[in-house]
């Protein structure tokens, strides 16, 4: 009987959560002045699993857990599946916000992940609804909070290979999973990096900002 309250609740969470639409994300403004053309450049390698994403895939195939091994499968799938948002996201970011889009390419932009914390925001919500076997979930209680913290790394260069801006800012990103008005696991964790990610750009887009006029001279400069 226990199982099968948990299996429906896991059910419910399923069908019953908001789909994942990163058009709900706060975008900045874009620059007054923006920067000549450049080309997005994404280090998808900086982007892509951590270690302790994958630590744990070997052990689970060797242990024929099939539940641990489809944990561990779908947190790796899930991170690539970031990766692939924050790629998206990026040139989105460069082209509606701090480059010209038409024109002759004036250089590119790398982009890549520092530092990066991520995971539960407390635990507390998952205890209350193991205790009530799901019940409280069922009336819009959060299963959990996911968060996400990372350092966003962006370096302008010139047609010449040559690092014209270098530029990080850190952002924070949260999502519940929940029934009605959240979200699934998976899409928790997409929305709570990309929520950090456009916090960061934002940051790094500032800061641009406030150089605008010397890097655009130095790009102009390098044709």
């Not at 302790?52 to 024929?64: Q, T």
């Not at 489809?70 to 799938?77: K, M, V």
């Not at 992940?113 to 069922?138: D, E, F, H, M, Q």
């Not at 790394?153 to 800012?169: E, F, H, Q, R």
């Amino acid at each position: 009987m226990k199982n099968f309250i948990v299996l429906l609740g896991i059910i419910l969470l399923t069908v019953s959560c908001k789909s994942l639409q990163f058009s709900s994300l706060n975008r900045s403004s874009p620059l007054e002045k923006k920067l000549p053309p450049l080309e997005p450049a994404f280090d998808t390698e900086s982007f892509a699993l951590h270690y302790s994403d994958l630590y744990d895939v070997p052990s689970m195939i060797l242990s024929r857990n099939a539940t641990a091994m489809n944990t561990a499968i779908n947190n790796a799938t899930t991170e690539l599946k970031i990766a692939e948002d924050t790629k998206r996201i990026f040139a989105s970011e460069l082209i509606r916000n701090i480059s010209e889009s038409v024109g002759e390419t004036a250089g590119y932009v790398v982009c890549r992940r520092g530092i990066r914390s991520k995971g539960i925001k407390t635990y507390i919500n998952p205890i209350v609804s193991w205790l009530t076997l799901g019940i409280a979930n069922v009336f819009g209680y959060t299963y959990a909070t996911h968060r996400d913290e990372l350092e966003v790394v962006v370096d302008i260069y010139d047609l010449n290979d040559k690092v014209v801006g270098s530029y990080t800012a850190m952002g924070y990103g949260e999502a519940k999973v929940r029934f009605y008005k959240g979200y699934t696991t998976t899409d928790a964790r997409r929305l709570a990096h990309a929520h950090a990610f456009t916090e960061a750009m934002a940051g790094i887009k500032d800061q641009i900002m406030k150089n605008q006029i010397e890097l655009s001279n130095l790009l102009t400069k390098a044709d």
